[in-house]
């Protein structure tokens, strides 16, 4: 039987213990927080403080940085990168590549397209279908 964590290290030469999250065999960094019943692809990273929260997808390819939050149901897809500290509303959807900078907030139901850039500390909030609303 294989071990369940794997060992990276880090731009500073230090080392960094991912686990093997159970559903979808995802790498959970030690210090985060992922609900068993959330999905973390093969090819995922979470980091270390960073909460994936119940119902969530993390596909394959994306990474959640440090201190972000990922809420309830919300959707998370290849290769979309999710800044330190943002925060991802529940059923939230973010697309392909898409890049959310560090401290942005996203609203519980938006839709953020594909290869979109959510600048640092912004505030996005969408109709279902993708259209921005005012802030």
Not at 3 to 11: G, S
Not at 73 to 98: E, L, N, S
Not at 110 to 118: A, C, F, K, N, Q
């Amino acid at each position: 039987m294989g071990k369940n964590y794997i060992d990276i290290e880090d731009d500073q030469g230090g080392t960094l213990r991912y686990r093997k999250h159970a559903n979808g065999r995802g790498l959970v960094a030690h210090g985060a927080k992922v609900s068993p019943k959330a999905r973390v692809e093969a090819g995922a990273y979470v980091e270390p403080n960073a909460r994936v929260l119940d119902g969530a997808r993390i596909a394959a390819g994306a990474w959640i940085e440090p201190g972000a939050v990922i809420g309830p149901g919300a959707t998370i897809d290849a290769g979309a990168h999710i800044g330190r500290g943002a925060a991802v509303g529940p059923k939230a959807k973010i697309g392909v590549r898409t890049n959310v900078g560090s401290g942005a907030q996203i609203a519980g139901g938006s839709l953020i397209g594909d290869d979109e850039v959510i600048l640092e500390g912004e505030r996005v909030a969408t109709d279902r279908r993708g259209f921005r609303l005012a802030a």
